[in-house]
Every structure is written in C-alpha cells, then in structure tokens.
C-alpha cells in the first residue's frame, strides 16, 4: 500500500512538471509567427530577424549554464515560476515595443528567464524517478516540451485567422503559463522524504559541503563521453531550431491568407515533436534497452533523410508536405528524449542538474549561432526551403559526434 502511494507521488510530481512546461514555450515559439508582419511593421531584413532570434537563444544557452548548476543547491519549486513570471514581463514589455534593437534586447533577457525551467524541472524528476525508468520519465518530460509547441503554433495560427495584430502574439499565448506556474508552486516538492528515496535504486545523492559551483562544472566537462554527447545534442538543437523557427516563416510566405490549409500543415511539426519524444523515450527502455545512443544515432540519421525530402518535395502538393512534417519532427526531436538521461547515466547525481544545464546551454549556443545563417542564406538565394538543406548537414554532424562516444559510456553513471 505504501508502494503504491510512493508511485502516486512520483506521477504526481512528473504531471504537475510536464503540466507546467507544456505552456512554457507560448513564451518563446511565438516569435516565428510574429516575423512575418514584425519585419514588414519595423521594416528589417531577414538576416536582422535571425539576429534578434540569436539573441534570445544566446540568452537561454547563458542562462542554462547559470541555472542548471544553481538547481543543484536552489529550489526548483521557486526557480521555475520565477522565470514564467518574469518571461511573461518580457513578453508584454516587447509587444509594446517598436524597435527591432529594444525587442532584440528584451528577446536576449526572455531567453534568460525562460531558461530557468528546464534544468530545475529535470532535477525533480530525477530526484523521484530511478535510472531503470529515466527513459520513460525523460520521454514524457520532453513530450510535454514538443506539445508545448502545439499549443503554442495552435494558439499562434488561430490568432493569425483572427487577422489580429503580431503585437498580440506576445500578449495572449502567455496568459496560461500565469496559471501552471501558480499551480506548480503549489503542488511540488524538489525530492522525495529519506524514506520515500529509500525506494530508488541508486539512492538519490546530495551535495556535500564542501562542494561548489567550480566543482560541479568540472566534474561534468571532465567527462569525455558526455561532452561528445553534448556537441551532438548540439547540432541536434541546431536542427530543430532551423525546424521550429523557420518553417513557420517558409509556410507563411506562401499566400497564406489565400490557402490557410498551409497553416495547418505546420501544426503537424509539433505534434509529430511531441510523439517522437514518448516514443523515443520508450523505446530506447524496451527496445534498445537503455541505448540511448543507438537510438540517437537511428532518429538524427533519418531526420537527414527526411528534411532532403522536404527540399526536393513539391511545395504543392500539401498532403506530402504534412506527412514530411509530422517525420521531420518524430525524428528530429524524438532523440531529445534519450539525451537528458545521459547527465543521470554518465555524471554523479550531485551534478545532475549541472550537467543538463550545460548540455542545454551549448544546445541552444549552437541554435542560435545558426538563426543568423539561416536568416542571411533565406535573405541569399530568396528561397526559405534552402534552410532545409544546412538542417540536413546539421544532422549529419550530430549522427557522426554521438558515434564517438565509447562503449563504456552505455554503462551506468559513476
């Protein structure tokens, strides 16, 4: 019975954490819908967008190396409703905003508070979950991210059909994420008692005195295998990124207004994000039995194949364009899922947070060094299904870095 009632709190605590991160995104995919007509508001050039874009990425990847270290000694029940809060601020604060270089300063600090989410999130559920069910609990905790950009592109292509003004697209998406964050400061607790952890094989571990921030961060870049790991997850973000941001902006110069059904077409991006994180998370379980690289290396190598599809593809024919959506985004996204249980497999639980938050923060280093090339290539050739070409090369890398990693890093965490 009390078996039982542990179990009921480690959902709980998966729920409520899934529940909040689901509405996060509202604060940050909603720029790509807002381009469109923000460009031709303000008159900037694509290459100016990608730059703004790159400011809010910079902010979260610095963001990720400040938060993921300090959710290993903070509590992560008021870091992430501080940075929902505070994210939201940035979001109405640049809706009212009518220069390109104050909306690329805001953006930056958006990117700052919205990274005060993941990391802190992950460190719960690894506090309640044990290493044998990581996958499962990773795959659910990055599903709720890839839904959280369909609700975000559902929000966004409804205010868009409602022919009302991009400034909107920073004010109403946002209005959720008021209510989950109250909700999970209410409802979570950072780890389970001394004896609910008794029932997590290894036990969960806490940081010692005399360990400090220098430490932890040199325990994780220590590490050969997760650095490797790291790069890829790299230019899997890069890829992503090249997905979430720019396909929005491909679809909406397609006369959008005169075949809405190209908007729509989108939202199969997400949802097919969404399914490839469970499904990966999962798999790599049952499957492929805790190898998370196998599966990172299957999902990164067809997404290559896919987004050449998508390039090749007639824009036309709207049915393929769909399907090769919801794949680029199973595939594209689904290996997410196996790369956070990664910092639990290779690193000390001390510095579980630590090392999510630098695997992030270099994550979304490289994502937002490659918004401004995908805005100059666009601004380049005057053709946005070029950027389908650099998403698949970034793939590619991300498959060869993974494949670099030792044998001995498919064992166990130290």
């Known amino acids: 019975m009390e078996s039982n009632s542990f179990r009921k709190q480690q959902w709980k ?6 529940l909040c991160y689901l509405f996060f995104y509202t604060g940050r995919h909603n720029f790509g819908w807002a381009v469109t007509e923000m460009a031709k508001d303000l008159d900037i050039s694509y290459t100016r967008i990608g730059w703004i874009s790159f400011s809010m990425l910079i902010g979260y990847s610095f963001g990720q190396l400040i938060n993921g270290n300090l959710a290993d000694r903070l509590s992560a029940r008021f870091m992430v409703p501080t940075g929902a809060f505070l994210s939201i601020g940035a979001n109405i604060a640049i809706s009212f905003s009518h220069s390109s270089s104050m909306i690329l300063v805001l953006w930056a600090l958006n990117g700052y508070f919205q990274s005060m989410a993941w990391a802190p999130g992950s460190k719960v559920i690894a506090n309640w979950w044990a290493k044998e069910e990581h996958g499962k609990a990773f795959g659910f905790y990055t599903m709720a991210a890839g839904l959280s950009s369909v609700v975000t592109y559902l929000f966004s292509i409804i205010l868009l059909q409602m ?6 697209l920073f004010r109403l998406p946002i209005i959720p994420l008021a209510f989950v964050a109250i909700v ?9 008692s001394a004896k609910q952890a008794s029932k997590i094989e290894p036990p969960v571990q806490h940081l010692e005195d005399n360990d400090n921030w220098l430490s932890r961060y040199k325990t994780v870049l220590s590490n050969r295998n997760f650095v490797m790991a790291t790069l890829s997850f790299g230019f899997e973000s890069m890829a992503r990124y090249g997905l979430i941001f720019w396909v929005p902006v491909h679809y909406l110069g397609k006369g959008w207004k005169d075949n809405p059904q190209y908007l729509w077409a989108t939202l199969l991006l997400p949802i097919g994000m969404a399914a490839g994180a469970i499904s990966f998370g999962t798999l790599s379980d049952s499957i492929f039995k805790g190898n998370r690289i196998a599966s ?13 599809l998508v390039y090749i593809s007639p824009s036309s024919n709207l049915l393929l364009g769909g399907l090769l959506m919801f794949l680029s985004g199973f595939f594209v996204y689904g290996p997410q899922a196996n790369f956070w249980p990664l910092s639990p497999q290779m690193l000390p639980a001390k510095v579980t947070a630590t090392g999510i938050g630098c695997m992030n923060m270099i994550g979304y280093l490289f994502a937002a060094l490659g918004e401004p090339i995908f805005g100059w290539v666009i601004d380049l050739t005057k053709n946005t299904s070029s950027v389908f070409v650099l998403i698949c090369i970034m793939c590619l890398l991300s498959v060869v870095l993974i494949s670099t990693i030792r044998k001995s890093s498919k064992q166990k965490a130290l």
Do not use: C, E, K, Y
């Open 13 to 18: 605590m998966l729920l409520v954490t899934m």
């Open 163 to 168: 022919n009302l003004d991009w400034r909107m």
């Open 296 to 308: 990172i290396r299957l999902g990164m190598a067809i997404s290559a194949v896919l987004v050449m």
């Open 184 to 192: 999970f400061l209410i409802l979570i607790r950072d780890r389970p």
